[in-house]
């Protein structure tokens, strides 16, 4: 399965809102309700930040929020802050509930 | 608070076999509602699944490293472990264990990670 599409980088100004796309196929994003995304800080291990498509974990700010139109997720973040400075992936079922598949990654730099 | 600690060889040579292995504390491995599994992350680069097994040893891997990749479970330890044979320098990079819900591609705890390099 191929990993699905984001952009490989998007910026903002600091209280600005930037969305950030992940393009998958029916058979992924657009086939089931378990899109998640995670931050990824440098040197640091991913952490979850939105699960079931626009569900959040507790502990997240309501600033992140998900959402999904046909084959393509996104993540809004709103009120950007310098500490949201990082990677961000998506994530999906490919073809199948076994299967696990990632979006490239996309660098997020607050201005 | 569920921890996650990988442990294993941070070198390996090339066309040997990549062993990695999970500790799982903080709660049990012994759960209907998880998989566990491997991730592993290129210098530089993206995130990609390796693959997961459930607490009665179902497991279940990517297809592009399936040939390649066993994943075992020892719940007398609350361990998983993770062999990646035939490595070459394109197997090196950082690796994380993880808790993945059964319901969903959700990953909701991470190891901090472990650097293997594949190098002679």
Excluded: H, M
Aim: proline share 5%; hydrophobic share 30%.
């Amino acid at each position: 399965q191929s990993a699905l599409t984001q952009p490989r980088s998007v910026s903002g100004s600091p209280g600005q809102s930037v969305t950030i796309s992940c393009a998958g196929t029916s058979s992924d994003v657009g086939g089931n309700n378990f899109v998640s995304w995670y931050q990824q800080e440098p040197g640091k291990a991913p952490k979850l930040l939105i699960y079931d498509v626009n569900k959040r974990p507790s502990g997240v700010p309501d600033r992140f929020s998900g959402s999904r139109s046909g084959n393509t997720a996104s993540l809004t973040i709103s009120g950007l802050q310098d500490e949201d400075e990082a990677d961000y992936y998506c994530c999906s079922y490919a073809g199948s509930y076994t299967f696990v598949v990632f979006g490239g990654g996309t660098k997020l730099t607050v201005l | 608070q569920l921890q996650l600690q990988e442990s294993g060889p941070g070198l390996v040579k090339p066309s040997e076999t990549l062993s990695l292995t999970c500790t799982v504390s903080g709660g049990s491995i012994n759960s209907s509602s998880y998989f566990w599994g491997w991730i592993r992350q290129p210098p530089g680069k993206g995130l990609e699944w390796i693959g997961s097994i459930y607490y009665s040893g179902g497991t279940y891997y990517t297809p592009s490293l399936k040939s390649r990749v066993t994943i075992s479970v020892d719940t007398s330890k609350n361990q998983f472990s993770l062999k990646v044979s035939s490595v070459t320098a394109a197997d090196t990079a950082v690796y994380y264990c993880a808790r993945r819900l059964v319901r969903g591609p959700t990953i909701d705890y991470w190891g901090q990670g472990t650097l293997v390099t594949v190098s002679s």
